[in-house]
């Protein structure tokens, strides 16, 4: 498998107080682990991502925690609301430890 890959959409800019939407969107399989491989009939190992968290300049502003019944290359779209410039952090975090992030800058007008 590829190296799960974030992508990210923030507004470049914002007005103080105004409330922006944010999308995120990571390439993964998200395996459940209740598949079988059709060659070896073995089960597929689980393999998804867990956790997810959104923090605007080290404050934590969306989390929510996934399951095996989220398809695979899981898109979330979640609003904030900013009210000073400064940088959204992504995190996701996969069943076997691995960790993914991005980052995204914000200018306030």
């Known amino acids: 498998m590829a190296t ?16 922006i939407t944010i999308k995120t969107l990571i390439s993964h399989p998200m395996e459940s682990g209740q598949r079988k491989d059709k060659k070896t009939g073995e089960l597929i190992p689980r393999k998804i991502i867990n956790k ?8 934590i502003v969306f989390s929510c925690d996934l399951d095996p019944a989220v398809s695979a290359n899981p ?32 200018k306030v007008n």
Request: proline share 5%; charged share 30%; with cysteine.
């Open 75 to 106: 898109y979330l779209q979640f609003n904030a609301k900013v009210n000073e410039a400064g940088t959204f952090k992504f995190t996701w975090v996969d069943d076997d430890g691995s960790v993914y992030e991005t980052e995204k800058n914000i």
């Open 4 to 19: 799960p890959k974030p992508r990210v959409k923030v507004p470049k800019k914002a007005d103080k107080g105004e409330v």
């Open 52 to 59: 997810f968290t959104c923090e605007f300049n080290g404050q």
